[in-house]
């Protein structure tokens, strides 16, 4: 419950009583007893909630019990007040569609597939996938803080519930450290944060201290993969000689500082912090990071290195590192903008007809293809231009803004204007795929995500536009009876269906589409950073003992 439906009524005094002498008296008694009695019940909220999240929760995450106008109207009035120009005629009248498309998902999750990791919308069954090992139920947990963001308070009890009693990690399979970490240790501290219920810090605690054997390598990097019941990891077979990955072993720090504070166990920062310190031993080629490092003997695999899948949310994770510890961790500052300066140099290109990419790089080869994994990148240059050095804020604009615009191109470029997973430059085309194994969407949200940061730092109404243009596109091609379901190949006349609804759709799409069309106070930056699953984590005051970065 938001803290201000927490907060006392206030009382006008009886001014129909006796004397004037006695009725100034009593009315200043009055006005005293409930002056102080608010004062109380303030301190006594702030004292006996558990920890802060109540009060993040109402003060920070604005709802309609706080404010009835938050979310953005394109019509109204109140919209062109808040956000300068007046928004485009063509856009849609009412906000509840992200809501309906929320509801939709989830109530066929429900119906079809409750329990299960994910949802096959088409057979209107449950689907898992072994990246979870045994552990259920990774649409509800993904699910949470969207459902409460979007006062869907009915569904989150619901699911709430189902984590209660049904949340298990005690059990004999391998789970993909890095997945679990994003979904469901993000999604349960989110849903903590929010909504103030200590299932979700419990949970979230209880599988942390289930990830930590994880990092009992030679160097303390840890495996991708974990059985949680022995603790033994081991790495993908398929990765350069038994390496670690750099997106997968890069991207447990928000989380891990996080369950720190939560739990007053320094050692799921000391684990992350020590990642740093192995990858700071290094040398990088050009100042770029290498995919694969083995955790055995620190040394990096073969020499790829990419934006998108493999390397991706490393990057975002230096600078949300800094960002979450209220711009006291330098380190993580420093290491974000020396390596976006690396990959401007060796890996960003401008095409013949000028769209900017990022290419990948293998071995000192550029390879002239960018993933849809790659398109977070505008929005992770735009969240950290304003802290860029050396006048750089606004050339790092211009190149989120480039990066957004080529990513739209991606999708306008095809038959369903959804994006491809790939699309090349190279042998005569720009910002189109190639290969038929490069031509599937699985309803991933990198191409949204970067539209609402910049639609938040810029407020250009095209990206609002371009935000519609995709939900037009998931309406007609991807929503089924049963859900929404990713697709085969975007180039098609007709949609074929690959029967899935990722847990990501819900953790993610759906939440960047609400918030690219809410007003900017709901989530402000000022207090909330997202994980890489789009799950809001509060910024960790520098005026706390609580200080991330000293953590350890
Ligand atoms: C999500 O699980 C996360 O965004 C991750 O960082 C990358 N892949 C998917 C969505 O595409």
Not at 56 to 85: C, I, K, M, W, Y
Not at 270 to 299: A, F, H, T
Request: with cysteine.
């Amino acid at each position: 419950m938001p803290v201000a439906t927490l907060l006392p009524f206030t009382t006008t005094p009886n001014r129909k009583s006796a004397s004037p002498t006695s009725f100034r008296l009593t009315e200043k008694f009055i006005l005293l007893l409930v002056f102080s009695a608010f004062i109380t019940l303030c301190f006594g909220a702030i004292f006996f909630l558990p920890d802060s999240s109540k009060l993040l929760s109402g003060v920070f995450f604005h709802s309609s019990a706080v404010e009835t106008n938050t979310r953005t109207n394109p019509e109204s009035n109140s919209d062109s007040v808040q956000h300068g120009p007046s928004p485009n005629p063509t856009l849609p009248i009412h906000g509840d569609w992200s809501e309906s498309m929320m509801k939709h998902a989830w109530d066929s999750y429900r119906r079809y597939a409750w329990g299960s990791n994910e949802l096959r919308p088409v057979s209107k069954q449950g689907h898992s996938s072994n990246l979870f090992g045994d552990i259920k139920g990774a649409t509800i947990v993904d699910a949470l803080d969207t459902l409460y963001i979007m006062e869907m308070f009915e569904e989150f009890d619901v699911a709430t519930d189902w984590v209660e009693k049904n949340l298990d990690f005690n059990m004999n399979a391998e789970v993909s450290v890095f997945e679990v970490n994003i979904r469901f240790v993000g999604g349960l501290l989110s849903a903590y944060y929010l909504s103030g219920k200590e299932v979700f810090r419990r949970k979230a605690v209880e599988l942390g201290e289930k990830l930590l054997p994880a990092f009992k390598t030679p160097t303390g990097i840890p495996w991708a993969l974990l059985n949680l019941k022995s603790g033994i990891g081991r790495n993908w077979p398929w990765a350069s000689g038994g390496s670690s990955i750099l997106a997968e072993y890069g991207t447990l720090h928000l989380e891990f500082m996080h369950l720190s504070k939560l739990s007053g166990n320094p050692d799921f920062a000391q684990k992350v912090m020590n990642i740093r310190k192995v990858l700071n031993r290094l040398d990088k080629p050009q100042g770029l990071y290498p995919n694969y490092l083995n955790p055995n003997s620190g040394q990096w695999g073969q020499h790829h290195v990419s934006v998108g899948g493999l390397g991706d949310s490393f990057y975002e994770y230096l600078l949300k590192a800094w960002l979450m510890s209220d711009k006291t961790d330098e380190e993580g500052k420093k290491l974000y903008y020396d390596a976006l300066q690396a990959i401007e140099t060796n890996l960003m290109r401008k095409s013949s007809s000028g769209l900017t990419y990022i290419a990948e790089w293998k071995g000192g080869l550029l390879e002239h293809k960018m993933g849809h994994l790659t398109c977070f990148a505008g929005g992770m240059i735009a969240l950290g231009a304003d802290g860029a050095p050396t006048d750089k804020t606004g050339h790092q604009m211009e190149l989120a803004a480039e990066l957004a615009r080529t990513c739209h191109e991606s999708y306008a470029r095809t038959a369903l204007k959804l994006g491809p997973e790939a699309f090349r430059f190279d042998g005569g085309v720009e910002a189109i795929a190639t290969r038929q194994n490069e031509k599937y969407f699985i309803l991933r949200p990198e191409v949204i995500e970067t539209y609402m940061y910049m639609w938040r730092f810029t407020h250009d109404p095209k990206y609002r536009e371009w935000g519609w243009e995709a939900v037009q596109a998931l309406e007609q091609h991807c929503k089924v009876e049963g859900g929404y379901s990713g697709l085969r190949d975007v180039y098609a006349a007709s949609p074929s269906h690959d029967d899935v609804q990722q847990s990501f759709y819900l953790a993610e799409t759906l939440k960047y589409l609400f918030l690219l069309f809410s007003d900017d106070d709901h989530l402000p930056f000022e207090h909330w950073v997202f994980n890489t699953e789009a799950h809001p984590l509060p910024i960790l005051r520098r005026d706390k003992t609580d200080r991330p970065n000293e953590v350890e």
